[in-house]
């Protein structure tokens, strides 16, 4: 399918390179601004990183292997050239896998096998873990239940009707649904029975950002105990440890704490790094 719809002005980063190649060559230009202006109309791409003379050129005035292509079909004049570039749209010119036009739709160079679309995610994210664990017992009344998975969820698509906790009477308990990245959080309205066992479950309307479903619905069940959950929670390492000296510039800065944490209350205001002038960073 080919980008249609609107006309477009010759660039002047064109323009410049087409002057540059032709003080190159004694006078010869060896890109076509008329091929290029039919490129840019074609695929809807003026103004873009295809917009340029390295599309079909390599840094001098020779032609890469996507502006060989369109030249070997016919690439001269206007008329000429978008038959040519038309001709060769099922073609992979540079051998990197995708054929030229994917890589046109994509934005990529068609004539640069280094250049090429990302790979498709076609991967259903999966839940890592849970808080409480399935079949814990003994668990606060006033426990949050959560969920942390395999990667970042499509927010619009975690609520009340995909994350919900039942008693054992399948009666669904009323509560507030937080996501932050690839945590999911339920809050009870109120405290739970005592000593009851609940199920939380996940359905698969819920989806990763490049819409996924989870494959099945994922389940877990655990039994309340007769307390709350009244201990704050502790640090228990850090990286870097504290006072460490010759730590890499690219060190990443954690802590790992004795019990989950609500990841809507860590933010750049409750966790930071400050220099030696006490400046964050």
């Known amino acids: 399918m080919r980008n249609k719809g609107r006309a477009v002005a010759i660039s002047l980063s064109m323009t410049v390179c087409v002057v540059a190649v032709m003080l190159a060559v004694g006078g010869t230009a060896h890109s076509n601004t008329d091929i290029l ?13 295809l917009d340029n ?3 079909c050129h390599t840094s001098g005035s020779s032609f890469n292997l996507y502006g060989l292509a369109i030249d070997t079909a016919g690439g001269r004049g206007t008329d000429a050239g978008l038959a040519a570039i038309q001709a060769v749209e099922g073609d992979d010119s540079d051998g990197d896998t995708f054929t030229n036009i994917v890589e ?8 640069d096998d280094t250049s090429f679309p990302a790979a498709e995610d076609n991967t259903a994210p999966t839940v890592d873990s849970t808080v409480p664990a399935d ?3 003994n668990v606060a009344i006033n426990v949050w239940v959560m969920a942390t998975f395999s990667e970042a969820l499509d927010n619009a698509t975690v ?3 995909s994350f919900l906790l039942t008693d054992a009477l399948d009666n669904v308990v009323a509560g507030t649904v937080d996501v932050t990245d690839n945590t999911v959080t339920f809050k009870p309205d109120v405290f739970l029975d005592n000593t009851s066992t609940y199920t939380a479950t996940l359905t698969t309307a819920i989806t990763d ?6 494959e099945s619905d994922y389940t877990w069940s655990f039994t309340t105990g007769t307390g709350t959950d009244t201990t704050s929670p502790t640090v228990l390492s850090t990286v870097p440890a504290d006072g460490a000296t010759g730590v890499a510039v690219t060190t990443v800065v954690s802590a ?3 019990e989950a944490i609500d990841p809507v209350t860590v933010d750049n205001t409750s966790f930071f790094v400050t220099d030696g002038m006490d400046n964050v960073v």
Do not use: H, R
């Open 53 to 55: 003379c390295t599309t």
């Open 209 to 214: 950002l490049a819409g996924n479903q989870l």
């Open 159 to 161: 609520d009340n009707n």
């Open 135 to 137: 079949n814990a017992v």
């Open 256 to 258: 790992t704490f004795d």
């Open 37 to 49: 202006d039919s490129f840019n109309t074609e695929y809807t791409t003026a103004g873009t990183a």
């Open 104 to 111: 046109i739709n994509a934005l990529t160079f068609p004539g």
